[in-house]
């Protein structure tokens, strides 16, 4: 019987690193070999691995070409959306992250909680699909069970900056470290559904967000710790701090343990409030302006929200004191849009790859032929001198080296008691085989 193949790609480490290698270790425990790395580096080298379940971590339409490959190669495919616990204006999201064609050529639809999942039901339907709402691996992590594994780190973080407030941006459209192509395709594809309005909400909302930091950093007591989204330009936040002493901009490792030092977060419109929200820490929304379009229900409405730069001041010179305002009437809108499961997320996922491999998609007899046309392709891009993807890539997904997966994998194993003996081969650079003893 043929090995049972679990592919894991990463598109952004310092988001998805832990929340992989914790899925990686579930599937290795029931006997998976699993392949995990660098998504674009993983997608390239397709053409040269094993057939198995490969998980999407979108589907939108610029993932159709992969979709009908795999699929002709008689892989199972898993999909889901990373982006699919945070969006203002649902057309839009769908118009920019889910495709009817290529959800079409999923085995199966996940969702992150009920609200996505009935967001996603009309393109489902015509999509030949039901949606599973089954959460996501990344709010395993986001458990009291978990939180040991970042105690050394978040320790480490406060005994080097003491108190301080942290602050997630997140303006990546509007502060892109790199243009590449498909962006500048995006902008225009999705213009008459808003996506020109979403840039210029963006501009205007890190603009806010500058002149807000300029109001209070001299006026509190504490640390301000900027970490600019992961394809962010950091060079206006690096002018900011230039102009404070008290400002640092930080973007190494991932949020939560610094979410987990600091004394309260402070976002608008981003993932990082509902992780500091079901981390027990205060999160703080900036809204300076109303524009309900492009603002999400769930992040800014599970936070202290607050309008004005000197609100802003009052409410961390409040939580600088202990003064922590009370938020638990927002529960049941967390519990609406994000499903928490007793039990790991990672077990359902891995529970429906078992189900996908039982009846795996029969490959085509032009299986060795799509396999040379996607080495051709490979071959071609990797002639490439810094493209735009190539430095994007780079950006999003720093290089991996073996000791660093081992020794988190270990960590994460102690950490969620996972008793997995495996071993690692490194197939393929920031590419990496993980299979049982």
């Known amino acids: 019987m043929p090995e049972k193949v679990l592919i894991l790609p990463i598109d952004i480490k310092s988001r998805e690193f832990d929340a992989r290698l914790l899925h990686a270790l579930v599937a290795l425990e029931r006997g998976w070999t699993v392949i995990t790395g660098s998504k674009t580096l993983i997608n390239r080298a397709i053409w040269r691995l094993p057939r198995g379940v ?9 993932r ?5 490959m795999l699929k002709k190669m008689g892989y199972a495919t898993i999909g889901w959306d990373e982006e699919g616990l945070v969006y203002a204006d649902r057309d839009l999201y769908l118009a920019q992250r889910i495709s009817v064609e290529t959800m079409r050529l999923m085995d199966s639809v996940h969702a992150w909680g009920q609200a996505h999942a009935e967001d996603l039901r009309e ?49 990546s459209w509007a502060n892109p470290h790199v243009i590449t192509e498909d962006k500048t395709r995006d902008a225009d ?10 840039i210029a909400y963006q501009r205007r909302m890190k603009q806010a967000f500058i002149d807000a930091l300029d109001v209070i950093a001299p006026k509190v007591d504490l640390r301000i710790i900027v970490r600019p989204h992961p394809v962010e330009n950091m060079q206006a936040w690096t002018d900011l701090a ?22 309260a977060l402070l976002h608008s419109n981003s993932t ?32 202290i929200r607050v309008t004005t730069a000197q609100e802003l001041l009052d409410i961390v010179l409040s939580i600088q004191n202990g003064d922590i305002p009370d938020t638990q009437e927002q529960d049941a809108l967390l519990a609406r849009y994000v499903h928490m499961q007793d039990d790991l997320c990672a077990y359902t996922f891995v529970k429906e790859a078992e189900r996908l491999w039982q009846t795996p998609p029969p490959a085509s007899a032009l299986t060795p032929l799509l396999r040379m046309h996607l080495f051709l392709r ?22 991996t080296s073996l ?30 085989k993980l299979y049982p003893k």
């Open 54 to 62: 490969y998980l999407f971590s979108t589907m939108a339409q610029g």
């Open 64 to 68: 159709l070409f992969l979709a009908r």
């Open 123 to 171: 393109v489902a339907m015509a999509a030949g699909h039901e949606v599973k709402v089954s959460g996501n691996p990344r709010l395993d992590l986001l458990k009291p069970r978990l939180r040991p594994l970042y105690a050394k780190e978040t320790e480490r973080i406060k005994s080097r900056f003491g108190n301080f407030l942290l602050v997630a941006t997140n303006f």
């Open 189 to 198: 594809r999705f213009r008459a559904e808003g996506a020109q309005s979403y």
């Open 242 to 263: 230039q102009r404070h002493e008290n400002i640092l901009i930080e973007r190494s490792g991932a949020i939560i343990p610094w979410i987990l030092a600091s004394n």
């Open 272 to 303: 990082t409030g509902v992780e500091a929200r079901l981390l027990d820490k205060p999160a703080i929304a900036f809204v300076p302006f109303s524009a309900p379009r492009h603002e999400s229900p769930l992040p800014n409405g599970v936070s």
């Open 378 to 399: 490979h071959g071609v891009k990797s002639l490439r001198y810094n493209h735009p993807r190539d430095i994007h890539r780079r950006n999003i997904y720093p290089d």
């Open 403 to 432: 000791s660093e997966i081992e020794k988190r994998m270990d960590e994460i194993a102690r950490a969620a008691r996972i008793d997995a003996k495996y071993d690692i081969n490194v197939i393929g650079k920031n590419i990496y």
